[in-house]
Structures are given as C-alpha cells and as structure tokens.
C-alpha cells in the first residue's frame, strides 16, 4: 500500500504516514509536561528511530 508510505526526498527515508504524527503526539506530550520545546527531543528521533542522515535532520520549531 504505497499510499501509507511517505518519502522524505534529501535523506531517502521512507515510513508509514502514521510515523510522524505519532511522534509528534509523544514529544509533545513529553515536552508541554515540562514547559520545553520539543526540538531537543525531536533530532534524536529523526537521526536515530527515523533513520534520518545528520544534514536532513533539522533541530528547530518549524515543522
């Protein structure tokens, strides 16, 4: 079902549609408890769990 997947074009990553806003959700979640942005959370998602290369990951609130 390809049009469950979504392709991220500079890192060649492709996941389910369902992935990011997934993700979203939890660093959210984790971050408002706390009062922080949720950048910090975000890049180790996106290098490590996403399999993001380091250029494509972008570590700032503009998503």
């Known amino acids: 079902m390809d049009f ?3 392709t ?3 890192s060649g990553v492709t996941v389910s549609v369902l992935i990011p806003p997934l993700v979203a ?3 959210a979640l984790l971050s408002s408890t706390g009062g922080l942005s949720g950048a ?3 890049l180790p998602v996106m290098l ?3 399999g993001f290369v380091g250029p494509a ?4 609130n503009f998503f």
């Open 4 to 6: 469950l997947s979504l």
């Open 8 to 10: 991220y074009p500079v």
């Open 25 to 27: 959700f939890v660093v």
């Open 40 to 42: 910090f959370l975000i």
């Open 48 to 50: 490590s769990g996403l």
């Open 57 to 60: 990951a972008s570590a700032t």
